[in-house]
């Protein structure tokens, strides 16, 4: 069974400052990888979807990259603002409709 | 904007009644799914669908059915609702088998 990880639960940092999220997963025979964000109370948002051949991916301050052979996905989002608190989740899918989803990290920028 | 609303978007009911949630969606997209979001569970898949009438269990679907009459509605029944049934549930929809998956606003069930 695929077990997707996401480390660290919580993190805050100052505005400006660049955000490194992290996703780990332990079956590498992946299709896919996509990084949400969610804000309380909300659905999801889709951020990024990587297929398995690519090694990044990226939109607007948003970076993705996935290294299949290491079970890792990292997630960099330049410059950080308030508006970018929230929660983020990566999910993997492996060859077929599933996505596994990891807990999510919930980011806080602070003004 | 993937078009897909949830109704209701919040349900207080009691154990033993039967519950409905819909999702619809107006892109007429194939691919349809309903996840329920617990606490130290994360999101984890009920059932999903691929195509009118064509529906399958994900890994928690005891005391869930669904229906697929229509392309643009997806029909999540709790034929009778217990207390671990209280969550919130989401659809979502994807154009190819393994695509992009886009997600409808939720339903926070409680179940009394």
């Known amino acids: 069974k695929q077990e997707v990880t996401q480390i660290p639960a919580a993190l805050s940092v100052p505005e400006g400052e660049n955000l490194v999220l992290n996703c780990s997963f332990t079956d590498s025979a992946i299709y896919n990888l996509q990084w949400f964000r969610q804000d309380p109370g909300k659905g999801l948002t889709s951020l990024l979807l990587?297929?398995?051949?690519?090694r990044e991916q990226t939109s607007g301050r948003l970076n993705a990259s996935l290294d299949k052979s290491s079970g890792r996905s990292t997630l960099y989002i330049a410059a950080s603002q308030p508006g970018d608190s929230a929660t983020y989740l990566c999910a993997v899918r492996v060859g077929d409709y599933k996505l596994s989803f990891g807990a999510g990290t919930t980011v806080t920028v602070r003004a | 904007d993937a078009g897909i609303t949830q109704s209701p978007r919040h349900k207080v009911t009691e154990t033993g009644t039967p519950v409905t949630l819909r999702c619809h969606q107006t892109?007429?997209?194939?691919?349809m799914y309903w996840y329920r979001q617990d606490p130290g569970h994360g999101l984890r898949l009920i059932h999903y669908?691929?195509?009118?009438?064509?529906?399958d269990k994900g890994e928690v679907s005891d005391g869930y059915s669904v229906s697929r009459s229509k392309t643009e509605d997806f029909l999540l029944t709790l034929e009778s609702a217990t207390s671990s049934q209280t969550s919130v549930y989401f659809c979502?929809?994807?154009?190819?088998?393994?695509?992009?998956?886009?997600f409808g606003p939720g339903t926070r069930l409680t179940v009394t």
């Open positions: 892109e007429n997209h194939r691919y």
């Open positions: 990587i297929q398995s051949s690519q």
């Open positions: 669908s691929y195509g009118v009438k064509d529906t």
């Open positions: 979502a929809i994807s154009v190819e088998e393994a695509g992009e998956q886009y």
